[in-house]
């Protein structure tokens, strides 16, 4: 299974940017899929997180900033940022877990993404 992200860039703050993270495989089903990011010095930090049902999660430091979103039938999670600030700066990672095929059985997934830049100008 890999998962591909996408759509991270240099923008000023206030600005926004869109994130992409397509999953492709032998996946037999996903449950939760999310964002995390690393700041450089900093651990990797959870900023957003969907179930397959549509629940989410949010970070406090991105909440009314953030919007995520995905697509099941394209097993794609989606991150609106908007407002962007300094702060935002960091390696923004896609997340998903859930089963896959393995020959004739199912193994549990836990892949991540390349990992995309995002730097917020001030």
């Known amino acids: 299974v890999q998962l591909q992200a996408s759509g991270g860039g240099l923008v000023q703050a206030g600005g926004s940017l869109r994130l992409s993270c397509a999953a492709s495989?032998?996946?037999?089903?996903?449950?939760?899929m999310g964002w995390y990011r690393q700041a450089p010095g900093k651990q990797r930090e959870l900023v957003a997180a969907?179930?397959?049902?549509?629940?989410?999660n949010y970070a406090d430091s991105v909440k009314g900033r953030f919007t995520i979103s995905r697509d099941n039938a394209k097993n794609t999670v989606y991150l609106q940022m908007n407002s962007l600030k300094p702060e935002d700066t960091a390696v923004y990672y896609c997340?998903?877990?859930?089963?896959?095929?393995?020959?004739?059985?199912?193994?549990?997934?836990?892949?991540w993404g390349q990992g995309t830049q995002v730097t917020v100008s001030s």
């Open positions: 969907i179930t397959s049902g549509g629940s989410t």
């Open positions: 997340n998903a877990d859930g089963a896959v095929v393995a020959g004739t059985s199912l193994s549990a997934l836990d892949a």
């Open positions: 495989g032998s996946i037999f089903s996903i449950n939760a």
